[in-house]
């Protein structure tokens, strides 16, 4: 039922958790397609992306030729693959779509790039998985619009040079610090892509619930977006949730009440946590003194993938004020042991600090 190298999406909606895991269940595709963003004017939030892609795109029309590279960055859920779509859509171009786990094989990449059209926007998600030979073909298509197929195998192996049509890739990485320096450094622009304000996550939800044909009360629609973890992908969800209940157990129509009781059903707290969020500041407290530990020693301790609660799980605490990056690992705020109803330490960190390390600058890289 699960998207592929996600660890912890459930496929009940009984316990909560995946009515609040960031990752796709199958079932929820062809909803998330209808509710996603078309145009940049219909993107709501990251204004500065927005306005550095639509300098980007519009200077490439002005031009009449194709824009630089470009990297979105950033947690799951928070609107990439939209990005992507809508760099295409913009720029009145075809996107040809495939992820770094598919490309597998040199010969896969040079295939899918011989086919392109001039113009035409390549979209790789998880770019940071690409395998080391497609990643080296890429840098040369990415630079000279070229690739090398290498024919044959030994001492008798040539290499065929290909024209590649200019093209524009858009990279989408959840990682930015796994990519390679050459690899990074080939994007001539890179957007970093940040959780949601409540105000944004809320004119999300009304835009979605116009689009479902949801009615949803304005201080609903404001309490679903404060527990929504900073994430459209994640308020949709819940949004779609709460008009189960609504349905199930009212009239339909989605009120602060019927919202905080369906949440409460779907075990969704106050902050927005889910199990693995607080599966982690209870670790990272009650078996480690709340720190400082090192991001793999926590996964192991929550039996999840170290690359899932690095990539998932820890920036959206971070973002909260939980957890606090240290150069010697990750220590609890007083706000994480707070949150568990316990005291804190005196010396426990405070809030809101964010120590960024393996994040690349924003914005124009050169
Ligand atoms: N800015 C936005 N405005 C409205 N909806 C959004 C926005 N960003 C994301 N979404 C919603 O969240 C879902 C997930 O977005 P997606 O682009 O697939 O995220 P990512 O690729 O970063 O995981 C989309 O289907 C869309 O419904
Ligand atoms: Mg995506």
Redesign the pocket.
């Given at each position: 039922m699960t998207m592929p190298g996600n660890g912890f999406d459930g496929t009940g909606f009984e316990d909560g958790e995946s009515a609040v895991a960031?990752?796709?269940v199958a079932g929820d595709v062809d909803?998330?397609?209808?509710?996603?963003?078309t145009s940049l004017d219909?993107?709501?939030?990251?204004p500065r992306v927005r306005e550095q892609l639509q300098l980007v795109l519009t200077g490439a029309k002005l031009r009449g030729g194709t824009p630089d590279h470009i990297l979105?960055s950033?947690?799951?859920?928070?609107?990439?693959?939209?990005?992507?779509?809508i760099v295409a859509t913009e720029l009145g171009s075809s996107l040809r779509l495939t992820s770094g786990p598919a490309l597998e094989r040199a010969g896969d990449l040079a295939a899918m790039l011989s086919n392109l059209v001039e113009g035409d926007v390549l979209f790789i998600?998880e770019i940071h998985r690409i395998a080391r030979p497609a990643e080296e073909m890429l840098y040369l298509a990415m630079e000279d619009f070229r690739v090398d197929v290498v024919v044959g195998k030994g001492p008798g192996a040539t290499s065929i040079p290909l024209e590649v049509a200019p093209f524009t890739l858009v990279g989408?990485t959840?990682r930015s610090g796994a990519l390679t320096g050459p690899l990074r450094d080939r994007f001539g622009f890179t957007a970093h892509?940040d959780f949601?304000d409540p105000p944004?996550l809320q004119?999300?939800l009304m835009?979605?619930a116009g689009i479902l044909g949801v009615q949803l009360g304005g201080d609903a629609g404001a309490e679903i977006a404060r527990r929504s973890r900073g994430?459209?992908?994640i308020?949709?969800r819940l949004l779609r949730r709460v008009r189960d209940f609504a349905e199930v157990r009212a009239d339909g129509v989605i009120t602060r009440e019927i919202a905080d009781a369906a949440l409460a059903v779907y075990d969704v707290d106050q902050l927005g946590l889910d199990r693995l969020d607080r599966a982690v500041l209870s670790a990272l407290i009650r078996s480690f003194g709340g720190g400082p530990v090192g991001v793999s020693t926590l996964a192991v301790a929550v039996g999840e993938e170290p690359s899932t609660v690095e990539e998932v799980c820890e920036p959206f605490l971070v973002r909260a004020g939980m957890i606090a990056r240290t150069p010697r690992g990750r220590v609890a705020t007083a706000a994480a042991w707070q949150q568990l109803g316990l005291t804190p330490p005196p010396d426990a960190a405070a809030g809101g600090i964010e120590v960024r390390v393996n994040e690349p600058p924003q914005g124009l890289l050169d």
């Open positions: 960031a990752s796709l909803i998330e397609a209808s509710l996603r963003p219909d993107f709501i939030g990251q979105l950033g947690p799951p859920g928070l609107g990439k693959t939209s990005m992507a779509m998600d989408a959840t892509m949601y944004e004119r999300i835009r979605s994430t459209p992908r308020a949709n």
